[in-house]
């Protein structure tokens, strides 16, 4: 029956999505209050997959499912719920339910897990906990919030730098608590300080009398403990690190980050550009009404007062829109197309920027190209709005404003869709979450005035 479950999860959405008559089971043995039907359909599956269970259900069937679900839910499904359904499943979790849930975490797992929760279900958590595990998650979450500190896990392998291959293999069968999943030894000096690290594959590779310096890695470099989670995860990125040590202001070997947390790093700044440029927070499927309105509002209030601000240009030429209708059926064109233009270079560089890879040695390269893409469209399109501009009006002259226009307004929207994000990274705000108003404000405005102006210059 396992095998059928593990069929079933295969998919009829996607790829990895979860099939409906799993959900269906899952709710039919849940109002059923059948738990060995339940446990016989979760048990199989992999952590991330129960979670997304948990987002696709209500908050009353979460309830039910915990309740019927007794020794089911462990720390690893605890760590891949998404922040605020991990709070209302704490919440919903019995003290010894939650103790044996995060027992077996590493240091890591767990300070991801409590870092966000309030202090009563932080104290919940840590008490769970055996002291020296409780100690080491306490200092973790005495780092700065996104740092290093924060991400490691205090669980390290680690030999002294002298050793040869068999002593290191003789140490570590000897050894009753290796983490459970690491990827390299990590040698130190007397000072506990790293000099360098050795792949499992080498190492097992290699015949004993091997002296571990000579098959260390070239990608071998140190994390400091205060360094922002951001540029660690950059440093993994660029560097291709599978697993780096982390050290204090000493240099003294703390703990390490692997490439799993790294890469939840990426992953969730990649996220939070996407939902920032689009101006919805950092808000999930499972938030309640009250707290997604809450996130939205602020941004549709910027919104409004960027459409009054082009209201505004608009309402200069009012008598101008009034003695010829036509201004007002094509001037939306040509501020929609400019504000489309601006989103797509924007997107462009608000992802360089993250990435590094826009810096002060190639903006204005990078800018020009923008604006050259910019008059190029402009003018393919400029072609496309004039012969329709003269032929819906039977107004030439109509048509050779519209294509002016929508030309200057795309090189418009290619100049401030770069050069906007690359203007509030130098004063310090985030480019991801304050572009996108004023590059529409931008292309907006430009886009009606260009227009609109030239039309009394030309038309009337």
Request: hydrophobic share 50%; charged share 25%; no cysteine.
């Amino acid at each position: 029956m396992a095998d059928d479950i593990q069929i079933s999860e295969q998919r009829d959405d996607g790829a990895y999505a979860l099939a409906k008559d799993l959900v269906q089971s899952v709710l039919d043995s849940i109002a059923n209050r059948d738990a060995e039907e339940l446990h016989r359909v979760l048990d199989p599956l992999h952590p991330a997959d129960v979670a997304d269970l948990f987002e696709q259900i209500s908050e009353e069937k979460r309830a039910g499912l915990l309740t019927l679900w007794r020794g089911g839910m462990d720390g690893d499904v605890l760590s891949e719920l998404e922040e605020n359904l991990r709070e209302d499943v704490i919440d919903m979790l019995e003290p010894a339910q939650l103790a044996e849930a995060v027992r077996d975490l590493d240091s890591d797992d767990v300070v991801d897990l409590v870092e966000d929760l309030d202090d009563s279900q932080q104290e919940a958590v840590l008490d769970a906990l055996d002291d020296a595990d409780r100690v080491a998650v306490e200092q973790a979450l005495s780092y700065p919030e996104e740092s290093a500190g924060r991400l490691m896990q205090r669980e390290v392998v680690m030999a002294p730098s002298h050793w040869n291959v068999g002593e290191a293999i003789d140490f570590l069968r000897n050894q009753d608590d290796l983490p459970e999943q690491f990827y390299h030894m990590i040698l130190v000096d007397p000072r506990l300080k790293p000099v360098g690290y050795v792949t499992l594959g080498k190492l097992l590779g290699s015949r004993r009398e091997v002296l571990l310096t000579s098959i260390t890695e070239d990608s071998f470099r140190t994390i400091p403990v205060d360094q922002d989670e951001e540029e660690v995860a950059y440093a993994f990125n660029q560097y291709h690190l599978i697993s780096a040590p982390v050290v204090d202001a000493d240099e003294r070997l703390v703990g390490q980050i692997t490439i799993d947390d790294a890469m939840a790093v990426l992953d969730g700044e990649a996220e939070e550009d996407l939902l920032r440029l689009a101006g919805v927070g950092e808000g999930s499927l499972s938030d309640r009404v009250v707290e997604t309105t809450k996130q939205r509002l602020p941004w549709l209030a910027v919104n409004l007062v960027t459409a009054i601000l082009a209201s505004l240009v608009i309402a200069q030429f009012e008598a101008a829109i009034a003695q010829l209708v036509a201004l007002a059926v094509l001037m939306p064109i040509v501020a929609s197309m400019g504000g489309n233009a601006g989103t797509q270079s924007l997107t462009v560089a608000v992802r360089a920027i993250a990435t590094k890879d826009l810096t002060g040695s190639n903006v204005w390269r990078v800018i020009r190209r923008e604006a050259l893409v910019g008059l190029i469209n402009g003018l393919i399109f400029a072609v496309v709005m004039g012969i329709i501009g003269a032929v819906w009006f039977s107004m030439p002259l109509l048509g050779g404003v519209v294509a002016v226009a929508m030309v200057v307004n795309l090189v418009i929207a290619g100049l401030a869709g770069t050069g906007i994000p690359v203007v509030l990274e130098k004063l310090g705000i985030d480019p991801a979450l304050a572009s996108g108003a004023f590059v529409t404000t931008v292309t907006d405005v430009v886009g009606f005035f260009a227009f609109l102006g030239l039309a009394v210059v030309v038309l009337l």
